[in-house]
């Protein structure tokens, strides 16, 4: 089998669409988690739904590994720039007004990378960093050493930070191993979906459905095993969470179809994430119109899953609406880092 398989650059509506679900995924599941759960603690059901809807991160970072990440100064530009614009404002606004934070942990705001709570910007800076050397080695290995190095990942994220917690640093899944892992699977997907493209779509459908349904009425039925449960099902290194993006991933793959919209909404997904960074625009956006959500009648699961999917969704109009008007902005720092990509022939790096 022919490993070299071109990296694609071009937008695929299906995989654009798979964007878009998984924001809603994570917009949904903070509302839940911020405001619902601890409204209504007593209600098993809400806390249930988390677990399905936590596959939204893990669906990112399967995108980038099956697209591949292309490193450029051009890339590496408009992602600080959009981490800096969107976030640091905001956050000293929140921090000097809301919070009355010292002067020293304000200043601290500016530096956004390497600060723990700020996991997924920093790994998706790492991988951003580490992709021309991974994709290298992507590119050239056998099947064997594929294998050796998805057991390696899988050995110190899921077994080691996952079913025995053995290193705190390794828990969660809110690291680069964890990302490497799925970076690597998102890869190995398209390395071999020649295989997975024959069977029908309607099994993996079948499959997707079973197993979330099985983690909601597990959790919600089995109170002496919810917490084993959630460890094996939630965090982005549990084992579950990856069988479970990995459904879903493909089934968006096997769709076939274009939709100009889908694409021009999925350029935006990015702001999405950075707006629910900042606790301010948390409690504006999420925190505020999930109470109106439940307060209003849709105080059953479903009703408010419904409710608060459809509010996710205008959520994500509006913000990309914003990016979009903003492109004038990143254009220009674009244009002044593409020079410095010809000038350096950063293209060599990758």
Known sequence: MNNNIPHCSSRQSNIEL?????????????????????????????????IPLHIGVPLFFLISGYFGIRFSLRGLVRYISKVYLYFVPLAVIVAYFVDHESLREIFRLFFVFGHDKHWYVNCYLYLFLFAPVINRYLDGISLRQRIYLLFILFFMSVYVGGMIMGDRYLVEGKNLTNVLMFYVLGNT??????????????????AAILLNASF?????????????????????????????????????????????????????????????????LWKTFFAYPACKIYSGGANSPILFLLGASIYAFAIMLVIVSVDKALNPLWNKLISIAERYDKKWNVKDVR
Request: glycine share 2%.
């Open 189 to 206: 997907i398209r390395q071999y979906q020649e295989k997975w493209k024959r069977l029908p779509m309607h099994q993996f459908v079948i």
């Open 216 to 280: 909601v009425f597990a959790y919600y039925n089995f109170s002496s095993l919810t917490s084993r449960i959630w460890n094996y099902s939630f965090p982005y290194n549990s084992p579950l969470i990856i069988l479970n993006s990995i459904l879903v991933f493909i089934i968006f793959a096997k769709m076939s179809f274009t939709s100009k919209f889908v694409n021009w909404l999925s350029g935006g997904i990015f702001a999405c994430y950075l707006w629910q960074c900042v606790p301010l």
């Open 18 to 50: 798979l964007r878009c679900f998984a924001m809603v995924c994570i917009i949904v599941y903070h509302m839940l988690c911020l405001t619902i759960v601890p409204l209504a603690p007593d209600v098993m059901l809400f806390k249930a739904m988390q």
